[in-house]
């Protein structure tokens, strides 16, 4: 497969706190990557300096272009849609107009009706509860809205920034099982960041193990899968 997004030597700082060390990265078109590490290792700071939400150096190149200086908006119209931890959704909305928000920035209005009924096809849920408050919605059903509410931008690669948080395991199994259909039926990418890392194994293809900001190990999921001593190292099981 071809790479879509390919990091190059990029470091990241809060303040004068460096988090990223010179991290080099590839997420290939179509594939699922897991970022996966202890707390603080650096995993979430990825994904913000990939839509340019962090202090950063380095480069960033988005299917051959460099989105090095871009800013986020551009980012995202080029194909990148975050879902970011702690769900992102509009409380006050329903969940209807939390997905019609998307609409002013598509061009085709028609396109994005079509992939609303996408969102409800794989998120039943959320057609049930569509005038439904945001955030009167359960935790599950939050999460579900965030994701739909990327899908809504019609992106080519998604960052999902620890999906299961807070959520009950069943739910997120529903989750993670209808990610995997996106990824399959949608050939959207995904760089996933994931605290359940036997969940995220599953899902992903490529793995690359962080450690304080660093890039201590990478390889096929299965490989990580099946070594236990990267596993009992990195992963803590």
Same mark, same amino acid.
């Given at each position: 497969?071809? %790479?879509?997004?390919?990091?190059?030597?990029?470091?990241?700082?809060?303040?004068? $706190?460096?988090?990223?060390?010179?991290?080099?990265?590839?997420?290939?078109?179509?594939? =699922?990557?897991?970022?996966?590490?202890?707390?603080?290792?650096?995993?979430?700071?990825?994904?913000?300096?990939?839509?340019?939400?962090? *202090?950063?150096?380095?480069?960033?190149?988005?299917?051959?272009?460099?989105?090095?200086?871009?800013?986020?908006?551009? $980012?995202? *119209? *080029?194909?990148?849609? /975050?879902?970011?931890?702690?769900?992102?959704?509009? =409380?006050?909305?329903?969940?209807?107009?939390?997905?019609?928000?998307?609409?002013?920035?598509?061009?085709?209005?028609?396109?994005?009706?079509?992939?609303?009924?996408?969102?409800?096809?794989?998120?039943?849920?959320?057609?049930?509860? /569509?005038? /439904?408050?945001?955030?009167?919605?359960?935790?599950?059903?939050?999460?579900?809205?965030? =994701?739909?509410?990327?899908?809504?931008?019609?992106?080519?690669?998604?960052?999902?920034?620890?999906?299961?948080?807070?959520?009950?395991? &069943?739910?997120?199994?529903?989750?993670? /099982?209808?990610? %995997?259909? $996106?990824?399959?039926?949608?050939?959207?990418?995904?760089?996933?960041?994931?605290?359940?890392?036997?969940?995220?194994?599953?899902? %992903?293809?490529?793995? #690359?193990?962080?450690?304080?900001?660093?890039?201590?190990?990478?390889?096929?999921?299965? &490989?990580?899968?099946?070594?236990?001593?990267? *596993?009992?190292?990195?992963?803590? #099981?």
């Amino acid at each position: 497969m071809a %790479a879509l997004l390919e990091i190059r030597g990029v470091s990241a700082w809060y303040g004068m $706190i460096r988090a990223l060390y010179d991290l080099n990265l590839t997420v290939e078109e179509g594939g =699922v990557t897991a970022l996966l590490g202890a707390n603080g290792a650096g995993k979430t700071t990825t994904l913000r300096a990939i839509i340019n939400m962090v *202090r950063r150096n380095g480069t960033m190149v988005l299917s051959g272009d460099d989105i090095s200086k871009c800013a986020t908006e551009t $980012i995202v *119209r *080029r194909g990148v849609a /975050q879902v970011p931890e702690g769900r992102g959704t509009f =409380v006050g909305l329903t969940v209807e107009e939390n997905l019609r928000l998307a609409l002013h920035t598509r061009r085709s209005r028609a396109a994005a009706l079509r992939d609303m009924e996408m969102v409800y096809d794989l998120f039943p849920r959320l057609r049930e509860r /569509q005038k /439904q408050q945001a955030g009167t919605l359960s935790g599950g059903e939050q999460q579900m809205l965030a =994701v739909g509410r990327a899908l809504m931008l019609s992106p080519r690669l998604m960052l999902l920034d620890e999906p299961s948080f807070g959520l009950a395991p &069943l739910v997120v199994r529903e989750i993670f /099982q209808v990610l %995997a259909r $996106i990824n399959t039926e949608q050939k959207v990418a995904m760089l996933i960041v994931e605290q359940n890392a036997a969940l995220a194994l599953e899902l %992903a293809d490529t793995v #690359y193990l962080l450690e304080t900001g660093r890039v201590v190990a990478s390889g096929p999921s299965d &490989l990580v899968r099946n070594d236990e001593a990267l *596993r009992k190292a990195y992963l803590g #099981y």
